[in-house]
């Protein structure tokens, strides 16, 4: 099994990390592919716990401009306050002297006994009974085709602004919390369903929040779009493994973009 859905790779010091941008973890249209979101937070999610030799509690990425393929992206990973238990860090990501994103983080356990969950897997339909979620671009070789997504529910307008989403990476990745992160900068697909158009959205942030990860094949995401006003829009994901555990939480904001038909 492959270690990573990306190409991170180790530096001689600790706290830099190096990550080439290919297609393969890119979007948009081909004249003006860009890295996907998601593949951001995945990879400082990855630098920290191999820095820190700790798991993920919860990060959060702050998008502030767009890394281009071929370019390379730095990361580096600070950590000033590291307890018995828990690690306070962070992460800028940038391609020479422009910062890309920012990640802040804590990582860590504590010993403790109980493990209890209260959010509920919905109801859905098995993966193999779902037909395949289909990006609208359909762009070729890009992150999308790397990502396997069938549709539970949504798809036509609804009125609770929900979806549910299998999915799955096509190779055979490690569902982990860097993995959880790059499915987690899904919630935009559910733009389109609540409004009942062609609608879509850019990220401003992302907060994964880990639980507690299990073996799993696919990964059913939960999707409520909350609300949209003034051009933005905020939305949430709960991320369960096949058997309902509850492994993390997610929620952005993101800009709201109408798309014209195909």
């Not at 370019?71 to 962070?90: E, F, H, I």
Request: glycine share 8%; net charge neutral.
């Amino acid at each position: 099994m492959d270690d990573f859905f990306f190409d991170l790779r180790p530096t001689h010091n600790p706290h830099r990390w190096f990550m080439p941008l290919t297609q393969a973890v890119c979007v948009g249209p081909p004249d003006a592919m860009f890295m996907f979101g998601g593949v951001g937070l995945a990879s400082a999610v990855a630098a920290l716990e191999r820095t820190t030799g700790r798991p993920l509690v919860w990060a959060t990425a702050q998008y502030l401009s767009y890394a281009r393929p071929p370019s390379v992206v730095d990361l580096d990973v600070w950590t000033p306050a590291v307890g018995k238990y828990n690690t306070q860090a962070r992460v800028t990501g940038h391609v020479g002297d422009r910062e890309i994103f920012t990640v802040n983080a804590a990582l860590g356990s504590r010993p403790s006994a109980i493990s209890k969950q209260w959010a509920l897997m919905p109801d859905a339909p098995r993966p193999e009974d779902c037909e395949p979620a289909e990006h609208w671009r359909n762009a070729g070789v890009d992150l999308h085709s790397r990502i396997e997504v069938r549709l539970a529910k949504g798809g036509d307008p609804q009125a609770d602004g929900r979806s549910l989403l299998w999915i799955r990476p096509r190779q055979r990745f490690a569902i982990d919390a860097a993995m959880l992160a790059v499915m987690a900068d899904f919630v935009p697909s559910g733009i389109g369903g609540a409004l009942g158009q062609m609608a879509g959205a850019n990220s401003l942030d992302n907060t994964l929040r880990v639980r507690r990860i299990v073996p799993t094949e696919w990964v059913l995401c939960d999707i409520h779009i909350q609300g949209i006003h003034g051009g933005f829009a905020h939305g949430a994901m709960h991320l369960f493994a096949q058997d309902g555990e509850l492994m993390a939480t997610a929620d952005q904001s993101m800009i709201v973009r109408i798309r014209e038909s195909r």
